[in-house]
């Protein structure tokens, strides 16, 4: 059993900015929870400060009922990934795994039992003898992985451990790690700025901007349901539109939609796959371009005013550029000095 | 693809030439001076000598006072090295690592005596030992050499430790090692082959360095370049210098052959290149 809390962190740097402002959460057992925002949201100094290499300028930091706010990286039950993996050039794999146990004075035999089961859980069985300058990207981060768990942390951190791969290779490291994560039951934090690996790896995601706290929620929910204008327009494609709310109608140039909230400026936003087009004759936006990705279409509209707006469509071949259409939006949500105040 | 064939096929004539020009200044000077030492007789107008052999060998090396400098050169370089290494490897790793007042003003300070015109620096220097019974000594000697070794062994080390990656040493601490073990284990291991080109580079500087030596060695202390000098200044027989700096640059060269094995050309020019 391991769980992380945070309470009321603050971290500012001397600059007087505040990198993380009063940023509380809590990570149950065996949970992954994922830092997901855009650079220079906190999420990597937050992750530092629970690791022990920033120390919070105010709040506290606890680990099973401990309080770890003031301990250095050492004693602490942590163990983090760098995005650059940090492995010991000097060093093989193995001295590489073997250091932390040795540094707990465990005796060789039962070093050596457990780097080889932790190669083995990584994939890397019988790659002890190498150097890890020998190791591909994807290797050397597998190496690092298990550097950490060989010494069974409490909390695994992982600071954007796959941001330097490629593509492809991230796709599969994904879901290994989230493999191991889960056989393992170990609790986690993971900071990434890439949503689809917060989508597709966390139980819970922390949406952050300026060192705040914008949404905690289940991955879908973050998606279905965004609680801010910025979470709206961060994790996925997001048609984010100004307007004013007058006698239960939202107006931007020649679009109007129903919405039941008191008059006053209002941003709309229609995920792409809730924007039904059709064409017409009375047309409240033309076609700009469409684009045909095979299993869907886009088609980006402007307003009269030029606003731009993306379509999913089913059958994109059905329109052209410079076709004038009509919009139906299925299902909004509406937010007004940063909150939501509507949703359908 | 055709176009760079012929740019790598033609030849770079110009090249060649400077090359070749460096080559003949480099190992001109070392011919000479390798044929003189085992010259026995080499009148003008003749282009080579008209007889060799090993006699000055034995004279030089019969004598004692070659021996005793030999063996003082090599003491005294051996503690100035070390020595030098104790103060400036914290120093560099202060340097690179650590914010303090003064900071900036201090690293360039080890530039400054180097700025000034040496001899000048020295008389000074002499006239403080003077007062202070250090003349002709072989402590005065080492402080004075010491001073020469500064900056390499700070502006060089000071690369070395910037250029370890903090990451590598915030694993260390993650997986449970205080700093002094993460300094040994990570830090040092890392900036090592750097470090020992720096060592290597006073070594063989402290080993050849003349004008401290003498100036705040004389009389009593005379080392090798020292003995070189008054060989070249009091009897006029190139051999005797021939045959010392053969004798000289045979261990140097062991030494830097060595270096390269052990270090890789790469270290040398991360040292330089910071």
Request: proline share 5%; glycine share 10%.
């Amino acid at each position: 059993m391991s769980v992380l809390h945070i309470a009321e962190v603050t971290k500012t740097f001397s600059a007087g900015a505040k990198a993380v402002d009063s940023f509380s959460l809590d990570v149950a057992d065996g949970e992954l929870v994922c830092l997901l925002g855009p650079s220079g949201s906190g999420k990597s100094t937050l992750l530092r400060m629970v690791g022990g290499f920033e120390q919070p300028t105010s709040g506290s930091i606890t680990i099973d009922g401990e309080d770890v706010t003031h301990l250095p990286p050492e004693r602490r039950p942590t163990g983090m990934v760098f995005q650059s993996h940090a492995l010991w050039t000097h060093m093989n794999v193995f001295k590489n795994l073997a250091f932390g146990l040795k540094l707990r004075r465990m005796p060789a035999a039962e070093i050596r039992d457990k780097v080889e089961a932790v190669l083995d859980l990584v994939g890397l069985a019988g790659y002890g003898d190498r150097m890890t300058t020998q190791l591909s990207g994807g290797q050397q981060q597998r190496v690092a992985l298990a550097r950490s768990l060989v010494l069974e942390p409490k909390i695994l951190l992982l600071d954007e451990p796959f941001a330097s791969l490629d593509q492809h290779l991230r796709e599969r490291l994904r879901e290994e790690v989230r493999d191991i994560q889960q056989r393992l039951g170990i609790t986690t934090l993971f900071v990434t700025h890439g949503q689809d690996e917060a989508l597709s790896m966390a139980d819970r995601i922390v949406v952050m901007a300026n060192g705040k706290t914008e949404q905690i929620d289940r991955p879908d929910v973050v998606y279905r349901d965004p609680k801010t204008p910025f979470v709206a327009g961060f994790i996925g494609s997001m048609n984010l539109i100004d307007g004013e709310v007058r006698n239960g109608y939202f107006m931007r140039s020649d679009l109007t939609v129903q919405l039941q909230v008191p008059d006053g400026p209002a941003t709309l936003a229609i995920r792409p796959e809730s924007l039904d087009v059709t064409a017409s004759d009375t047309p409240k936006a033309s076609v700009h371009r469409v684009t045909d990705y095979g299993s869907h279409g886009l088609v980006d509209l402007d307003l009269a005013d030029g606003t731009r707006l993306k379509s999913m469509v089913a059958h994109p071949d059905l329109f052209r550029a410079g076709q004038g259409v009509d919009v139906f939006p299925r299902a909004i949500a509406a937010y007004r000095d940063n909150q939501q105040i509507y949703r359908s | 693809m055709s176009t760079m064939t012929t740019a790598r096929g033609r030849i770079d004539w110009l090249g060649i030439f400077f090359a070749g020009l460096l080559t003949i200044a480099i190992v001109g000077p070392l011919l000479v001076v390798g044929t003189w030492a085992f010259t026995e007789v080499w009148r003008y107008p003749n282009v080579i000598p008209q007889q060799f052999g090993f006699r000055f060998w034995a004279q030089t090396l019969g004598r004692a006072d070659v021996w005793n400098a030999l063996m003082l050169s090599l003491q005294l370089t051996t503690v100035v090295t070390l020595l030098s290494a104790l103060i400036c490897l914290p120093a560099a790793y202060a340097f690179a690592r650590m914010n303090f007042p003064g900071r900036n003003i201090l690293f360039f300070s080890f530039l400054a005596g180097h700025a000034f015109p040496k001899f000048g620096l020295l008389v000074a220097i002499a006239a403080i030992f003077l007062q202070l019974d250090l003349i002709g000594t072989f402590w005065g000697v080492v402080l004075i050499q010491l001073v020469g070794t500064l900056m390499f062994m700070i502006w060089i080390p000071v690369a070395a430790f910037q250029s370890v990656d903090r990451r590598m040493e915030e694993a260390a601490r993650d997986v449970g090692a205080g700093p002094f073990r993460v300094f040994w284990s990570v830090t040092l291991p890392q900036a090592g082959p750097t470090i020992a080109a720096a060592v290597l580079l006073s070594f063989v500087g402290t080993f050849y360095e003349t004008e401290g030596a003498w100036l705040i060695g004389a009389p009593g202390i005379r080392t090798m370049p020292v003995l070189m000098i008054s060989f070249i200044n009091n009897q006029m027989v190139i051999q005797f210098g021939a045959v010392l700096s053969v004798l000289l640059w045979v261990p140097s060269f062991i030494a830097l052959m060595f270096a390269r094995r052990v270090i890789g050309g790469g270290a040398f020019a991360r040292g330089f290149g910071g």
